[in-house]
Every structure is written in C-alpha cells, then in structure tokens.
C-alpha cells in the first residue's frame, strides 16, 4: 500500500567534498523526475508488425513550487545552497528528494546530479508569491537510491 506525499523534503548539496544538503525552504507540490527510452524502429521487410528497440534512456526533469522568498538562503540569495544563484552560474547541483517509504516508518532518498534550468516567479493580486522551478538531472542519475532512517 503506498503512502501520502506529505513529508517529502527537496534537499539541495552544498558542493563540498563530503556533501552536506540543506531542506529547500517551503516545497509545495513536486513532480516528474522519472524515466522514459527512446525508440528506434527497427521494422524490416520480413516484418508483419512494427519492431522498436530501446536506445537511450532520458532523464525527465523535477519541477516543483516553492512559497518564493528572495531572502531565503535556499531561494534568492547568493548562498551555496540558493537556486537563483545555481541557475545564474549554470552550477551542477546535486538533489535529494526524500519521501516517505511506502512500506515503513523509514523514508526513500534518492540523490540526484544535474542542472536547475528554469525558475519562474508569480506574483498574483490577492495570492501568495510561488516560485515554479525546474531541475534537469544528468548522467547515470537514479542509481543513488537508498532507505533513511526517517525524514529529515
């Protein structure tokens, strides 16, 4: 039986040698951050039925809102650990998103390496300042998954 989404915490990595990771500051809803291949039609003349063949596999990009403040350490400012200033100097980043588990009281981690492509603010009369942000990961990604003792 699987578990509510509630609790999940986005971690950002400081870069340091023996990585550390900061909880982004107020993370609404998370989403994508799977897996999808590519295909190659590898149909002949002595086929009946289109034949496909897996090649590359593609990582999908994590988006996720925040309740934006530009002062907070882990969204606009110059921080280690700040998106806006990831974007800005186009710095590889590593992620940690960790859920609770679907089966105990332990938690899922999984750590991730990649690039924050996008981060969109919205300032709407007579709703809160939300942040919409994008992270691309890269590489052999998804191999660093892991059970946690608990959330963080």
């Not at 400081?14 to 994508?32: L, N």
């Not at 190659?40 to 988006?63: F, K, M």
């Not at 750590?111 to 924050?116: A, I, Q, R, S, V």
């Amino acid at each position: 039986m699987g578990k509510a989404a509630k609790g999940t915490v986005l971690q950002i990595g400081d870069g340091s040698a023996t990585e550390s990771f900061t909880s982004i500051f107020e993370v609404r809803d998370i989403s994508g951050g799977g897996l999808s291949a590519d295909l190659v039609d590898t149909t002949h003349h002595g086929s009946d039925v289109e034949e496909v063949s897996p090649t590359i596999i593609r990582t999908q990009e994590l988006t996720f809102q925040v309740n934006w403040n530009p002062r907070h350490a882990t969204h606009g400012t110059t921080d280690v650990t700040a998106i806006r200033e990831q974007l800005i100097n186009r710095t590889e980043k590593s992620v940690k998103l960790v859920t609770p588990a679907a089966t105990s009281t332990s938690a899922d981690s999984l750590l991730l390496t990649g690039y924050f492509t996008n981060l969109s603010n919205s300032y709407a009369v007579g709703d809160g300042m939300f942040a919409d942000i994008t992270y691309k990961p890269i590489g052999p990604t998804f191999n660093d998954y892991a059970t946690a003792t608990g959330l963080p």
